[in-house]
């Protein structure tokens, strides 16, 4: 009996640290989904001109995802895999709960690749996004 309460403990403790794991990601979106939410019509402009698309995609994106942030995540996820915004909301219902990391790679995303810390490093809907900004993008270790 004790093994068994010893398992729960730890099965539920390293769900709660992946659970962690999968939000600090993207922590970008937290304040994203504030921002639109805030802001619904200025969000869906922001969509149409970010993505060029009109408002009839922009609904069906919206009436198949949970938060703004997840339509501006299909929407770019679509754009740097080059697959059709209806597949990606596939992938994306399918995939539920698992992050956004396991359906980027679904997508053919790698991990490493700069496509994926491009997003893992912020969006470029909105002005503000201050992370990796004012950063050199070489590490100063460049031959002389």
Same mark, same amino acid.
């Given at each position: 009996? $004790?093994?068994? $309460?010893?398992?729960?403990? &730890?099965?539920?403790?390293?769900?709660?640290?992946?659970?962690?794991?999968? @939000?600090?990601?993207?922590?970008?979106? +937290?304040?994203?989904?504030?921002?639109?939410?805030?802001?619904?019509?200025?969000?869906?402009?922001?969509?149409? @001109? +970010?993505?060029?698309?009109?408002?009839?995609?922009?609904?069906?994106?919206?009436?198949? &995802?949970?938060? !703004?942030?997840?339509?501006?995540?299909?929407? =770019?996820?679509?754009?740097?895999?080059?697959? !059709?915004?209806?597949? &990606?909301?596939? $992938?994306?219902?399918?995939?539920?709960?698992?992050?956004?990391?396991?359906? @980027?790679?679904?997508?053919?995303?790698? !991990?490493?690749?700069?496509?994926?810390?491009?997003?893992? =490093?912020?969006?470029?809907?909105?002005?503000?996004?201050? +992370?990796?900004?004012?950063?050199?993008?070489?590490?100063?270790?460049? =031959?002389?």
């Amino acid at each position: 009996m $004790k093994l068994l $309460k010893m398992l729960f403990v &730890v099965s539920m403790a390293l769900l709660l640290v992946s659970s962690a794991a999968v @939000a600090d990601d993207f922590d970008w979106i +937290r304040d994203f989904n504030i921002k639109a939410e805030a802001d619904s019509s200025g969000f869906r402009a922001r969509l149409a @001109a +970010r993505f060029k698309i009109g408002d009839t995609q922009i609904k069906t994106v919206l009436n198949n &995802v949970k938060k !703004p942030a997840d339509a501006y995540m299909v929407l =770019r996820l679509g754009e740097m895999s080059k697959q !059709p915004t209806e597949y &990606v909301i596939g $992938k994306y219902k399918s995939g539920k709960g698992k992050g956004w990391g396991v359906l @980027a790679k679904s997508l053919g995303i790698k !991990p490493g690749s700069k496509e994926f810390h491009a997003l893992k =490093r912020g969006q470029d809907l909105y002005d503000d996004n201050d +992370r990796g900004k004012g950063k050199a993008k070489s590490k100063g270790k460049g =031959r002389k």
